[in-house]
């Protein structure tokens, strides 16, 4: 489905982005990586399927090494078709009490980012009349929890974000969306479950249950692999006129 084409996907050494650049580059398309932690074993495991996968160590608070990475994805690649802004970090606190620097470092990675990628990539795209843009928002980016005060308002405003580029581009073979994953069982997610565990006494288990119960319907967490199948969709011949949507892959979440 997607050989010829090339994939950017930012924070892809874990959790969704690896999904992500593992489904994409099972259909075919070249990959660039990007993100921290374990780089070596998610490179591997990618270079397993697409065994010219590159790597770009860019730091997503940071527009000029997001620039450097986009150009760079176009010279090694030879250009970027798909582009994945997906890197994202979480904090939770009240409002009151939230560090300023994490609120800082929580808009840059998990908004401005995409921003950032989006002005650097969208030239190309334009020029070769192709290109899919995939922001990974969440719920968060469609309704509220307590607590996330900065994430609810980086993922609010990347929806809107997608809205704008969509329509800028809406006469362009050019499609934006964002996909919002309700609860997903990632290391980002993982610490939440860690907390809730400790907060209430209980197992693993059992604050993973409490978790969804609280909030997701189907009771059961949605997984990379779902949410990389839809990006495929998004990138295929019969998506060519979704554009501007926020897709809720949420087990119910946003529907109550
Ligand atoms: P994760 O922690 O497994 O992965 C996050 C990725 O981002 C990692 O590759 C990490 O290295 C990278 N990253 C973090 N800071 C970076 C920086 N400054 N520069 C470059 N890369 C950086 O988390 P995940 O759950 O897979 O989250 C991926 C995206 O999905 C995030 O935007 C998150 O908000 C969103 N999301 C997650 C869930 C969930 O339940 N897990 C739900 C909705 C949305």
């Known amino acids: 489905m997607l050989k010829g084409k090339t994939a950017l996907v930012t924070g892809s050494t874990s959790g969704i982005g690896l999904g992500m650049a593992l489904t994409l580059a099972r259909q075919g398309a070249r990959l660039m990586l990007n993100g921290f932690g374990d780089v070596d074993a998610a490179l591997a495991q990618v270079r397993a399927v697409d065994p010219g996968a590159v790597y770009h160590g860019a730091d997503m608070s940071k527009p000029e090494q997001i620039a450097e990475m986009v150009k760079s994805c176009e010279s090694q690649l030879g250009s970027c078709d798909i582009l994945i802004n997906n890197a994202g970090i979480q904090h939770v606190a009240p409002l009151d009490e939230f560090p300023v620097e994490r609120w800082d470092a929580i808009i840059a990675i998990n908004l401005s980012s995409a921003f950032h990628a989006m002005r650097a990539a969208l030239p190309g795209m334009k020029a070769r009349g192709w290109g899919r843009i995939l922001n990974i928002a969440s719920v968060h980016g469609l309704v509220a929890s307590a607590n996330k005060s900065a994430y609810v308002a980086a993922k609010h405003g990347i929806v809107g974000l997608t809205k704008a580029a969509a329509l800028e581009n809406a006469t362009s073979g050019v499609t934006i969306n964002a996909i919002c994953p309700g609860w997903v069982l990632t290391p980002l997610v993982q610490k939440q479950v860690d907390a809730r565990a400790a907060a209430d006494g209980v197992s693993n288990d059992e604050a993973k249950r409490r978790l969804l ?29 979704i554009r501007g949507v926020a897709w809720a892959v949420d087990g119910g979440w946003t529907a109550q």
């Open 213 to 241: 119960a609280e909030k997701q319907p189907s009771l059961q967490f949605t997984t990379p692999e779902e949410l990389a199948e839809l990006a495929v969709f998004l990138c295929s011949p019969a998506a060519g006129n």
